[in-house]
């Protein structure tokens, strides 16, 4: 009898969660790390094509792999509608609102860890440096994790980054601007800084994706 009473409630208590869940924007931060040789600077590129793997925070069978969006242009809205601009939606099975993702520039970033800061909510990447405005990475960065992209999500969880051969500018120790296809997809790239005589290259390349 207690089982048939209760399977109501847990009902409600889960439709309920799902509802907090798919209207709660949540921060998530891209973090990249590379061994870089005579290079300066390595940056992500915000007005290029991104891709990224995405899933339900619901559900994690339901995704959508390899989605690509360019950080400087957001989706055609109809008038009247209420959702913020965003830069990639997706409408999961059985759900009734579009699950929203949307790129943070760097005032939008302070703006959302300065909120989250005020919460004092903490997390276990609270205190490692990965939580942080997106940022180049520099020589003094070799071997560690550096945020480079803030996203802000409704009802979606980004999970992988899948660079594509142009999302990155690399500057040499000399000064000379890589910024076309330094191609980071196999983890690996190299290139020659003519002017400086001078080998470049980014090596060992990873990402994560980490929730704020």
Same mark, same amino acid.
């Given at each position: 009898?207690s089982?048939?009473h209760s !399977?109501?409630l847990? &009902?409600?208590?889960?439709v309920? @969660? /799902?509802i907090?869940?798919?209207?709660t924007? +949540?921060? #998530?931060?891209l973090?990249?790390?590379?061994?870089?040789?005579?290079?300066?600077?390595l940056?992500l590129l915000k007005n !290029?094509?991104?891709? &990224?793997?995405?899933?339900?925070? @619901? /559900?994690?069978?339901?995704t959508?792999?390899? +989605?690509v #969006?360019n950080?400087?242009?957001?989706l055609e809205?109809?008038e009247?509608?209420?959702?913020p601009p965003h830069?990639?939606a997706v409408?999961?099975?059985?759900?009734?609102?579009?699950?929203t993702?949307i790129?943070l520039?760097?005032?939008g970033?302070?703006?959302a860890l300065k909120?989250?800061?005020k919460?004092?909510?903490?997390?276990?990447?609270?205190g490692?440096g990965?939580?942080?405005?997106?940022r180049?990475?520099?020589?003094?960065?070799?071997?560690?994790?550096v945020?480079?992209?803030?996203?802000e999500?409704?009802?979606m969880?980004p999970?992988a980054?899948?660079?594509?051969?142009?999302d990155?500018k690399?500057?040499?120790?000399?000064?000379?601007?890589?910024d076309?296809?330094v191609?980071?997809?196999?983890?690996?790239w190299?290139?020659y800084?003519e002017?400086n005589d001078?080998?470049?290259?980014?090596n060992?390349?990873?990402?994560?994706?980490?929730a704020?």
């Open positions: 009898l089982t048939l !399977t109501p847990l &009902f409600d208590l889960i309920l @969660l /799902s907090v869940i798919v209207n924007m +949540v921060l #998530f931060i973090c990249i790390k590379a061994e870089l040789d005579g290079v300066e600077t940056s !290029t094509n991104l891709c &990224f793997s995405v899933r339900n925070p @619901l /559900s994690d069978f339901e959508r792999e390899k +989605v #969006f950080p400087s242009e957001t809205q109809d009247g509608d209420r959702e830069h990639f409408k999961w099975e059985g759900s009734k609102k579009f699950s993702l790129i520039d760097e005032e970033s302070k703006s909120k989250i800061k919460k004092g909510k903490k997390g276990k990447n609270s490692s990965e939580v942080d405005v997106p180049d990475v520099t020589s003094d960065d070799n071997g560690g994790y945020p480079v992209l803030a996203m999500c409704r009802g969880e999970y980054f899948h660079p594509m051969g142009n990155f690399v500057i040499s120790e000399g000064g000379a601007v890589f076309e296809d191609d980071l997809s196999e983890g690996d190299g290139d800084d002017e001078l080998a470049v290259g980014v060992e390349f990873e990402s994560k994706i980490i704020v």
